[in-house]
């Protein structure tokens, strides 16, 4: 052997295991001790025969070692070490042949666990989801909206098929109707107000119907009703007002923020109202019409919400008979009058105790209405005084926009212009 395999004697072992490593050597010694130390490393010093320890590299990472001893001469067993990862593992022990001795049986960690099997089976989590308490049938069509009876067992439904109902628990425990009331349209929405037992009702045809429910929810009790379309919306966000025109030629004041179910009229348009707008500032709210007009409301005044229309089958001041009482007619020997209802009291009268006409500004009556006789007297020069300005704009208004930071009102109207006005004199 030549000078370039001096400090290599282990390399004989190796010669065996591959023909072209045997011809090389043969050939060109020296490119045989470059390729050596190219895979090898540099050469190692002789030391007395031992038994294999492990060996270990910087960077290793938890896997599965293999050890095997290749050289048994002159030289400490180097470690093959080979990584193989499991799937799914979060712990891998080190296995190492008998022949590492009991150096390399001490580095391994004994507390390591094994790693999981892929076919151990893990617990399910438990799964949640809602109970079905209740089924309640019975309508004809699409319920539109349902709201629960606080403090009672009971469901209040309105459906496309013009009813109106309010379902109580029984004692078998089924929901069966305890009202059951057709409506002239189909339903299309409602609101109900716990405290009052107010009911709500708004129809496809563009009616607000509003109903006061008893005591038991055995009973609906007509209120009120509104009719016309909605035409414009207006919003008041420091009192919580929402303002309303329609095309019945009123505007509505409903009361949201104080949750009391109030909703004030004011009268005071010859035609749909088309548009409105507020100034928070001043709490004046402007209306436009259909006729032209620009009214301004006072809205810093305490208003009062318009009494409801009482039924009777005669005049509650002369108790007259009205036309339909047949029998009350036949036992007075008299004919029947048409009836008529004060807008201040509410009271069913005939047109001999309603003769007299009055506005009554804080109800919303800038105009004059019908009021019976005694009403009539006992309105004072104080509750006329009116609370809202009028102005024509000489077109017909579709559509209003306010400046509060410079007073102007803009105005667009069906003869294609657009007007713009300074309001500082009115809106002040």
């Not at 009214?295 to 409801?308: A, I, K, L, S």
């Not at 005939?350 to 009556?365: A, D």
């Amino acid at each position: 052997m030549g000078p370039a395999l001096e400090g290599w004697p282990f390399l004989f072992s190796l010669l065996p295991l591959s023909p072209s490593l045997l011809l090389l050597s043969r050939l060109s010694p020296p490119l045989l001790s470059l390729w050596l130390l190219w895979r090898l490393g540099p050469p190692l010093s002789l030391s007395p025969p031992g038994p294999p320890a492990p060996l270990s590299y910087p960077g290793a990472q938890p896997g599965y070692d293999l050890c095997l001893p290749l050289f048994q001469s002159r030289r400490p067993a180097p470690v093959l070490q080979s990584r193989a990862r499991i799937r799914g593992a979060a712990h891998s022990r080190v296995f190492r042949c008998p022949c590492a001795g009991p150096a390399a049986a001490a580095a391994v960690p004994p507390s390591l666990p094994p790693p999981p099997m892929a076919a151990e089976i893990q617990p399910k989590a438990l799964t949640r989801k809602p109970i079905l308490l209740q089924r309640v049938e019975g309508s004809q069509d699409v319920v539109n909206m349902a709201v629960l009876v606080p403090k009672e067992e009971g469901v209040i439904s309105v459906s496309e098929d013009r009813t109106v109902r309010v379902w109580l628990k029984r004692d078998n425990g089924q929901y069966w109707p305890s009202i059951y009331h057709a409506m002239p349209s189909p339903c299309s929405c409602m609101s109900f107000n716990p405290e009052t037992r107010r009911l709500s009702i708004g129809l496809d045809n563009g009616t607000i119907s509003e109903f006061i429910l008893s005591e038991d929810y055995n009973k609906m009790t007509p209120v009120k009703s509104y009719q016309g379309g909605v035409t414009a919306l207006c919003w008041d966000p420091v009192h919580r007002v929402l303002f309303s025109g329609s095309s019945d030629h009123s505007v509505i004041m409903w009361d949201i923020g104080g949750r009391k179910g109030t909703a004030i009229e004011l009268q005071g348009h010859n035609d749909k109202v088309q548009a409105l707008s507020y100034a928070p500032h001043t709490r004046q709210l402007i209306s436009c019409g259909g006729d032209g007009g620009i009214v301004v409301w006072n809205m810093d005044v305490q208003r009062q919400e318009t009494p409801e229309w009482l039924d009777s089958d005669s005049c509650q001041k002369c108790d007259q008979p009205f036309f339909w009482n047949f029998k009350q007619m036949w036992d007075s020997k008299k004919i029947g009058l048409r009836q008529h209802h004060c807008r201040k009291c509410g009271k069913a009268v005939c047109g001999k105790c309603s003769s007299k006409r009055s506005s009554i500004p804080l109800m919303g009556f800038e105009f004059e209405v019908r009021v019976c006789d005694s009403c009539h007297e006992s309105i004072t020069d104080e509750e006329r005084a009116p609370t809202a300005t009028f102005h024509d704009s000489k077109h017909n208004i579709v559509h209003v926009h306010f400046d509060a930071t410079r007073g102007w009102l803009l105005t667009c109207g069906t003869d294609k212009v657009i007007k713009l006005w300074d309001m500082t004199p009115v809106v002040s």
